[in-house]
């Protein structure tokens, strides 16, 4: 089955989909975008995403080039066609085409959007979330707006790539001192019955996954703490474990070569995955 994908207002073949060489996402990197994981066909936290999405937006002085509305439909849309159990939906913004200048189009420059799908079957079933993940830590080299979702990935991907190479799965990311993130994921350390995460800044992405999980978390009567922690702190905790809409809760067990804890996926972050699972699929759309 071709895919079907969307792109400023049109669902096309994925192989007869075009945008601009002057468009502003491939030569500036000048475009933020959001990832919606769906799960039993069904949209998981859409409503986070359309909202980090506006906020996105205006953060770089960006229109608004579809309304929330229009954008589930098109979710939805993509979702049928494709037919997709399981999986995500990829959206990105761009300001447009224009010929190649620092500066900023003019505002009635035609805004490029474009969603497509992934299909990840069983993606809740994920192996990785029985064995957990270990990663490395590298120095946090990002520019200083980690809170708006840009498509200027290529430090997170040297890293996951510096992951690989190292025989590990993704990289932490440290800066002063402290671990910001993980590549494309919130990260956590969890000591007794408290989970501490870095607080929300400029720092690091505002994940909806974070913010659905420390609501569940708090729910369930376990302790949140929201500051910064190093990497000897975390290597020494109970359990750690990364948060994100393509995997959850996803435990951690190896820092840098040392294993946290047991060594084996901690019973805080198996039991956040299975709540966070279980509750956000009763908002699903
Ligand atoms: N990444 N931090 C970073 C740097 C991220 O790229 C992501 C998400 C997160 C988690 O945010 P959320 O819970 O809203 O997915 C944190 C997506 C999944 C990606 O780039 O594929």
């Not at 229009?70 to 224009?98: C, K, M, P, S």
């Not at 505002?107 to 069983?122: C, H, N, R």
């Not at 007794?192 to 870095?198: D, F, K, L, M, V």
């Not at 067990?253 to 509750?279: C, F, H, M, N, Q």
Request: charged residues 25%; proline residues 4%; aromatic residues 8%.
């Amino acid at each position: 089955m071709t895919r079907t994908v969307y792109v400023n207002g049109q669902y096309l073949p994925e192989n007869e989909a075009t945008i601009s060489i002057f468009d502003r996402g491939f030569l500036f990197a000048d475009g933020v975008y959001e990832v919606t994981s769906v799960l039993g066909g069904k949209l998981i936290d859409f409503d986070g995403h359309a909202v980090r999405l506006e906020r996105s937006l205006n953060e770089l002085d960006m229109g608004h080039p579809i309304t929330k509305e229009d954008l589930l439909e098109v979710h939805r849309e993509l979702v049928r066609v494709n037919e997709i159990e399981d999986g995500l939906v990829y959206l990105q913004v761009t300001r447009g085409a224009a010929d190649r200048d620092f500066a900023y189009p003019g505002s009635d420059t035609p805004q490029t959007i474009v969603l497509f799908t992934q299909a990840k079957p069983g993606l809740a079933d994920s192996p990785a979330a029985k064995t957990g993940i270990k990663v490395i830590s590298i120095e946090d080299q990002r520019w200083g707006r980690r809170d708006i979702k840009t498509v200027q990935l290529l430090y997170p991907s040297m890293g996951k790539m510096a992951a690989k190479a190292a025989g590990c799965d993704d990289a932490w990311m440290v800066e002063d001192g402290a671990v910001t993130e993980g590549t494309s994921n919130n990260a956590y350390i969890v000591k007794g019955n408290t989970i501490i995460t870095r607080q929300l800044s400029n720092d690091i992405l505002h994940g909806i996954t974070r913010a659905a999980v420390l609501r569940f978390a708090k729910e369930a009567q376990m302790k949140v703490e929201e500051r910064p922690f190093t990497i000897e702190e975390a290597q020494g905790a109970d359990e750690a474990f990364v948060t994100s809409a393509s995997t959850f809760v996803m435990p951690v067990v190896e820092i840098d070569g040392a294993s946290v804890g047991t060594g084996e996926p901690g019973s805080v972050a198996k039991r956040l995955r299975e709540i966070y699972l279980e509750e956000s699929l009763k908002t699903a759309v």
